[in-house]
């Protein structure tokens, strides 16, 4: 039985950004006691300077993005999905990918202008052939860095 995905913005309430920030830590194994909740990222969400996506399977948060308009383009600044998903087979975060591209609009209305080109970093192989995989070409290798037009 296939699972059904939900997609939705995240509203930058602290309770939302105390659950972003549990998912984000426990994605990477991280003890989630070390918890900044006055972290970078959820600054970020604070400020305004990210719009949130999440991906929930029955009322689940299971995945997240953050995504931002640096170097005017829609840019990834952090994708991730919760630990006991991530070889689910439900390929959850390259799904939310996908779903973040389809609807730049929505991104583009956030941030006020329009947006040809989604970056973003990776930091592994197995991530680099991930968004291979949906279209993202490597701009450059030392910084881990790549781009796709949407």
């Avoid at 959820?42 to 995945?63: H, K």
């Avoid at 970093?121 to 197995?126: A, G």
Wanted: a negative charge.
């Amino acid at each position: 039985m296939e699972r059904i995905i939900d997609y939705e913005i995240i509203e930058p309430t602290e309770e939302n950004i105390i659950d972003l920030e549990v998912l984000r830590f426990n994605a990477h194994g991280v003890n989630v006691s070390t918890i900044d909740f006055h972290s970078f990222h959820s600054n970020a969400i604070r400020d305004g300077r990210y719009l949130v996506f999440g991906s929930y399977i029955a009322g689940e948060l299971v995945a997240a993005c953050y995504v931002s308009d640096l170097h005017n383009s829609l840019f990834i600044e952090h994708l991730f999905v919760k630990e006991s998903y991530q070889e689910s087979g439900l390929r959850l975060g390259r799904k939310l990918l996908s779903y973040i591209n389809l609807n730049k609009r929505v991104v583009e209305e956030y941030f006020g202008h329009e947006l040809n080109t989604s970056r973003l970093e990776y930091n592994s192989t197995k991530s680099k052939t991930l968004y291979e995989k949906i279209g993202y070409r490597e701009t450059n290798s030392l910084l881990g860095t790549m781009k796709k037009a949407i």
